[in-house]
């Protein structure tokens, strides 16, 4: 990013649109940042979040700015409710972050949002998901000319009432959307058929991980987890993500259970670690004590030095009943492990099976267990596999290849030169 100095502003709370005397916008801070973008020809992108209450979500959003020209784009993120505690790192970088002080969830505060758009008038606003669709009608008024909305990992699970809201918004406001953009085949397909958007205006950019933070191990495994856990010659199996139900992780638990329970020797060089929290996390821990093989398991709950641990481990698995999000297993794979995944949602497109992994059912505890002794009893098919896995992020899932795709949707609505159209994943 250029070193131009940025701050972040605050918008006073607005309780509604018919409020007699709505709370003043920030406008000396929204003219300070207007000036910025009326001082350079580059494009203004407003990107709006519901929150940057997530990692993910932060680490997305700015890995991504920092991989488009500088020279071509600035970037101002709006947030609907407060920015959580990721606002720092993205200041660093240059990113104007302004928030809107949302109060109730599903309520937007459409005149300030209004107010913010008019004052910037950015080149073209990107939302994402159903929190920030709405946006796309207040962006049209306030005559923002292009709109990009993006699904990113939608709710599977959600197919009740509120799903079919959803959705019935999503068919309201498709009209107002130049361009969509899907992190997934089954999204992309699902925008098209269930939602009506035109195939012509919708692009399938997969999520990016950064292959420079996320690398394999480039010596001796580190020595994580309590005393005794890691030793020469362990063989150690392990997950990243939430511990709820619908995560698999006691499916997973059952697995080892029954491998470290066989007489076959390559078994008991076998270890389990669990990286997340969660409500299944007691449960699991309990599973283990119980069989006597805690000593064997390490659940730590949620860490920040996951790329660390990704290089401690030998096998990744992720045994979730349903996946949106495909951000662990592509960091398992930039970091050079083959992965086992249940045959679940986007798990099918990224794991090739006997190439850089292997696909079984979800919650099918003998394939999986028989899995997992495949890459235990043959390491050479591991480091095989890991070795493609790595390959594949590189080719297709890195920050360069992703940047590179949005940025041919930016400039393809624009109207500038794009080297070249978005990529389309087979």
Do not use: K
Not at 16 to 29: C, F, S
Not at 152 to 170: E, K, P, Q, S
Not at 307 to 320: E, G, H, N, T, Y
Not at 360 to 384: F, G, H, K, T
């Amino acid at each position: 990013m250029n070193p131009i100095h940025r701050h972040a502003q605050s918008f006073p709370d607005l309780a509604g649109i018919g409020a007699q005397h709505p709370p003043a916008v920030d406008h000396a801070g929204l003219a300070e940042a207007a000036s910025g973008i009326a001082q350079t020809r580059t494009r203004l992108v407003v990107h709006l979040v519901e929150s940057l209450a997530s990692a993910n979500l932060d680490m997305d959003l700015l890995n991504l700015i920092r991989h488009l020209p500088d020279e071509r784009y600035r970037h101002t993120i709006v947030c609907l409710r407060d920015q959580g505690d990721y606002e720092a790192g993205l200041r660093e970088h240059g990113v104007d972050v302004l928030n809107l002080h949302q109060r109730d969830e599903g309520q937007l505060p459409w005149l300030q949002l209004y107010r913010v758009l008019r004052t910037l008038r950015p080149d073209l606003i990107h939302t994402r998901n159903c929190s920030g669709l709405p946006a796309q009608l207040v962006a049209a008024l306030a005559g923002v000319r292009l709109r990009v909305h993006a699904e990113h990992g939608r709710g599977l699970a959600g197919r009740g009432r509120i799903g079919v809201r959803d959705r019935l918004l999503r068919r309201l406001l498709c009209p107002l959307v130049d361009h969509f953009i899907a992190d997934s085949s089954e999204l992309e397909h699902w925008l098209v058929e269930a939602i009506g958007a035109e195939p012509a205006r919708v692009s399938q950019i997969p999520n990016g991980v950064d292959s420079v933070q996320f690398h394999p191990r480039l010596g001796p495994a580190a020595a994580v987890g309590p005393a005794g856990f890691m030793h020469d010659g362990v063989f150690v199996i392990g997950s990243v993500g939430r511990m709820d139900d619908s995560a698999g992780h006691a499916t997973l638990v059952d697995a080892f259970l029954r491998l470290i329970a066989s007489p076959h020797p390559a078994h008991q060089r076998l270890r389990l670690m669990l990286i997340g929290d969660g409500p299944a996390r007691a449960e699991c821990q309990a599973m283990l004590n119980r069989a006597g093989a805690g000593p064997r398991a390490w659940l730590p709950g949620a860490r920040g030095d996951t790329a660390q641990l990704l290089r401690a481990m030998d096998l990744f698995v992720l045994p979730s009943l349903q996946e949106d999000r495909s951000n662990a297993i592509l960091e398992a794979m930039a970091s050079g492990l083959p992965v086992v995944a249940t045959a679940a949602g986007c798990n099918c497109e990224l794991v090739h099976a006997g190439f850089t992994g292997i696909l079984v059912p979800p919650l099918s505890v003998e394939l999986l267990a028989a899995a997992v002794s495949d890459y235990c009893r043959i390491p050479e098919m591991a480091a095989r596999h890991g070795a493609r896995a790595r390959s594949q992020v590189i080719a297709r899932h890195s920050m360069p290849a992703m940047a590179r795709d949005y940025l041919a949707v930016y400039d393809g609505l624009s109207g500038a030169e794009s080297p070249e159209p978005p990529r389309r994943e087979a």
